[in-house]
């Protein structure tokens, strides 16, 4: 029965995609629009986180706006974005080419300063984030030449799911490595060398290291720093960055030095290099980044605890 389930939700799944995959990207932005203005009225929970770390970001930053507001278009752009990369994994790069821009790859050819690895076998690491239509860096890590793209993921607990999104990744041509079974495989590859390795590192499900972010203590992610220094890499960020309908532009903008004046930096004050540009690409634009993530787990339910039983 469990097979059938799974079965059942893999043809759904891939029809709803070929559905989609036949119109216009510019019709597909649309549509997921107007699904993301649905799901702020009917996704209460998420809605809440939004809001309120949105007004907890404007008291940080004493900035004007309305936080609900700022929230109903943040869903309309979650929504823009999810509808939008399933049509753009279909996609040449031909078709994308008025739809992606990218900006910074330049930085790959350049060469190693004083902050790189002695050891450099030509590994980049780039930390990148939720923000815009994050599934498009695959497309530009395929595109580089003399270099493997390759990421991270964690799949979904529905196989037939799981399946039809790698299925979608699998177009890009970079190589994805579910963290959880296939770490093995992704050493090999990174001892290998001429690896772009790219790192969600903005959020963390589990374990982190408590450092500031906008200004507020909460776990941080660590990946970057750590796979630099295993793996000889250069460290640099990358930013997708919605600017205009159907429009994203992929930006790697800065690289951060592994080591200073011949010693490894510390994992710690690389990971507050990586926090820092990340919060730099949120304030040039609030509302590209995944604000319905409780980041700093303010919104969170707490257990309640049973009542002790009377005293006899």
């Not at 930390?127 to 395929?142: D, K, P, Q, T, V």
């Amino acid at each position: 029965m469990d097979r059938l389930i799974q079965w059942l939700l893999y043809a759904l799944g891939r029809s709803l995609v070929f559905v989609i995959q036949l119109f216009p990207l510019t019709w597909v932005a649309a549509f997921g629009r107007l699904a993301g203005r649905l799901a702020f009225v009917v996704d209460k929970r998420h809605r809440r986180v939004a809001i309120g770390q949105l007004e907890w970001y404007l008291k940080q930053t004493q900035t004007e706006g309305d936080p609900e507001a700022m929230a109903k278009e943040h869903y309309q752009r979650l929504g823009e974005n999810y509808v939008s990369a399933i049509k753009t994994a279909g996609m040449t790069s031909a078709g994308l080419r008025k739809h992606l821009e990218f900006e910074g790859l330049e930085m790959l050819q350049s060469e190693p300063g004083e902050g790189t690895d002695p050891e450099w076998n030509n590994n980049w690491v780039f930390a990148i984030g939720h923000f815009g239509n994050f599934e498009l860096y695959a497309r530009c890590m395929s595109r580089v030449e003399g270099f493997t793209g390759a990421t991270t993921y964690r799949g979904l607990n529905q196989p037939g799911l799981d399946r039809l999104l790698q299925e979608l990744r699998a177009r890009s041509g970079v190589l994805f490595f579910d963290r959880r079974k296939q770490f093995g495989k992704l050493r090999q590859i990174m001892n290998e060398g001429s690896v772009m390795l790219g790192l969600l590192a903005d959020q963390v499900a589990g374990s982190g290291t408590p450092m500031k972010f906008l200004g507020d203590e909460c776990l941080c992610s660590t990946a970057p720093a750590v796979f630099a220094h295993r793996y000889h890499c250069r460290l640099g960020m990358g930013v997708c960055y919605r600017i205009g309908p159907a429009k994203w532009k992929v930006v790697f903008d800065q690289e951060i030095p592994t080591f200073s004046q011949g010693e490894r930096r510390s994992v710690e004050s690389i990971t507050q290099d990586v926090n820092r540009a990340f919060e730099k690409a949120i304030h040039r634009d609030p509302l590209n980044w995944f604000w319905v993530h409780d980041r700093w787990k303010r919104y969170r339910k707490l257990k309640k605890k049973k009542p002790a039983p009377p005293a006899k």
